[in-house]
């Protein structure tokens, strides 16, 4: 789709909540380009307004014709107008370019109290009301327009809206931000007649800056992105309720603050880089675990192997365990197949699950002999419980889960077959050469590197809360494949626990 132009005509906020700066960020936060032309520079802030400056009016009607000369205009919205004379200039405007949706904001009075619209501006407003397609006014607008007093309840609000509508032949969304009680309902209401109502709990929040400018130009840009007016305005008010709830992450003045606009779209995921890409995530992770690498280099089991010096017995109850484990491991690779949105993915897990079934026998015929394995120690179990209990979250968790088993071993497997954890692991006298040799394997190096790859571009397109999800997954794996090399006693040095050691008694 087109991606929509919408012109912001309005009055300038510096701290930047109401006025032009927030209609652009409502716009952008709307999925439209937000262009603004100003009005009136307002000297405020979120306690109040100090000084308002209007530009002589000729000056308004060059920045309008700068934009409409050049720019396709798919939406205005009009906010604060000041005096009569930007009404007309305004006014004049519209009717000479007529651009297809007109969203008219009749501000009057600032969230702090103090008037934005000049009392003799009041009349000339009526002009410009039916060059709209839309007015927004809050109660008090609305009582303004109306000529009559400020409706205090919903009834009087849409009797109000109703006279209003049918006088200027314009829809009227009248806003109840303003009404007691514990919501905030508004109405959509055609000049035939027609409501619409939206209705909503109240936030409890004093963050009310800038709530109308705001919302008026997200109807602007849903409208223009070819929404109707009903589902538009619930668009909008969608989008601004969340934005108001989350406005107290905001540090912005002392006074009514501003909404956060981009809440939603940041909490989604939506700012560039804040996930990063797929290879930044496969070095934050690979760093994210580098204690626990390290502490697993170090263990008596890997320094041995390494030397040679492991005992027999110990090297084959961690054989009997391994092949347990991979038994195990092989049915939640099995499951992730299942679970994988893609044919590539699900041929991936199911193609590793029967590399690590296939790992299993050969473990567990040609290193066991065919002996009796036993039960699964406490960490095995814990280790495989863990992945199980992976799969109940989403695919990408269960993934992230699995994948120390194949990126830390290969990556113990290489270093042992070089020699960097010890020398004589190169040795083809090495008592475990042949075991070692396995792990140097190429293709389940391919494996590992497109198990890296497929979960960390899951990690990149993930939601904030789902990547870091994903991260405790794949964290405390890792930390079990380092519990998992430290079960095994090695003269009695090396084993973290008592319940461990009982079930690794040496096989045969
Ligand atoms: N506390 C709240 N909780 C939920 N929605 C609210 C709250 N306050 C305002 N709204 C909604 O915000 C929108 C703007 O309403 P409001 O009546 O405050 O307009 P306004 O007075 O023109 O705003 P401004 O503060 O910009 O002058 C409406 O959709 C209204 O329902
Ligand atoms: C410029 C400007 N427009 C509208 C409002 C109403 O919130 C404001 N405070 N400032």
Redesign the pocket.
């Known amino acids: 789709m087109e991606i929509v132009n919408v012109l912001s005509i309005a009055g300038a906020d510096p701290t930047g909540g ?1 006025g032009i700066q927030a209609d652009l960020k409502a716009i952008a936060a709307n999925g439209g380009y937000g262009m603004a032309a100003v009005t009136a520079l307002v000297a405020q802030n979120t306690c109040g307004v100090r000084d308002v400056h209007v530009p002589p009016t000729d000056f308004l009607a060059a920045q309008l014709a700068a934009v409409s000369d050049d720019v396709r205009i798919d939406a205005v919205k009009v906010g604060m107008l000041g005096t009569p004379e930007v009404i007309t200039t305004v006014a004049e405007w519209l009717e000479r370019t007529r651009p297809p949706v007109v969203v008219i ?1 009749p501000v009057m009075v ?2 702090s109290g103090d008037r934005l619209l000049g009392a003799e501006a009041e009349a000339a407003l009526q002009r410009i009301l039916p060059l709209a397609d839309l007015i927004t006014p ?1 109660l008090p607008e609305l009582a303004v327009i109306a000529g009559a007093p400020v409706a205090e309840t919903w009834d009087a609000m849409l009797e109000q809206a109703g006279a209003v509508a049918a006088q200027h032949g314009v829809r009227v969304l009248a ?4 009404l007691a009680g514990p919501s ?1 309902p ?1 109405a959509l209401v055609d000049p035939s007649g027609g409501v619409v109502a939206f209705a ?1 709990a ?2 409890a ?1 004093g963050n ?6 705001s ?1 008026s130009s997200a109807v602007a840009t849903r409208i223009a992105r070819g929404a109707d007016w009903a589902t538009g305005v619930g668009a909008a ?1 969608a989008w ?2 969340e934005s ?1 709830q989350a406005s107290d992450a905001l540090d912005v003045g002392q006074g009514s603050g501003p909404l956060h606009h981009f809440a939603g779209l940041w909490s989604r995921g939506a700012v560039d880089g804040a996930g990063g890409t797929a290879s930044d995530i496969r070095a934050e992770w690979w760093d994210g675990i580098a204690e626990v690498r390290a502490a697993t280099d170090a263990l008596p089991f890997i320094t041995r192997l390494a030397d040679g010096s492991l005992p027999r017995e110990a090297f084959l109850a961690y054989v009997a365990q391994d092949s347990l484990y991979l038994g195990e491991y092989a049915r939640v690779l099995a499951r992730l197949s299942t679970l994988a949105p893609d044919p590539a993915a699900q041929r991936f897990w199911l193609h590793a699950a029967q590399g690590a079934l296939i790992g299993e026998l050969e473990l567990h015929r040609d290193r066991l002999d065919g002996a009796p394995i036993g039960a699964p120690s406490p960490t095995t179990t814990g280790y495989t419980n863990h992945l199980v209990a992976s799969c109940s979250d989403e695919y990408a968790v269960a993934a992230a889960a699995a994948l120390p088993c194949f990126w830390m071993y290969s990556d113990i497997g290489t270093r042992l077959f070089r020699g960097e954890l010890g020398e004589r692991a190169c040795d083809p006298e090495h008592p475990y050469a042949e075991w070692i040799a396995a792990y140097d394997d190429a293709a389940f190096a391919a494996d590992t590197e497109s198990a890296i790859a497929l979960v960390t571009e899951l990690a990149a397109a993930a939601r904030p809360d789902l990547r870091e999800r994903m991260w405790g997954a794949f964290r405390i794996s890792a930390e079990w494949e380092h519990d998992f090399f430290r079960q095994t006693a090695v003269d009695g040095a090396g084993s973290a626990r008592s319940a461990d050691r009982e079930h690794l008694v040496p096989v045969s």
Do not use: P, V
């Open positions: 109401a904001d600032a969230a809050n806003k109840g931000g303003h905030s508004d909503g109240r936030i929040t009310s800056h800038g709530t109308g400018c919302l008010r601004l309720r108001l």
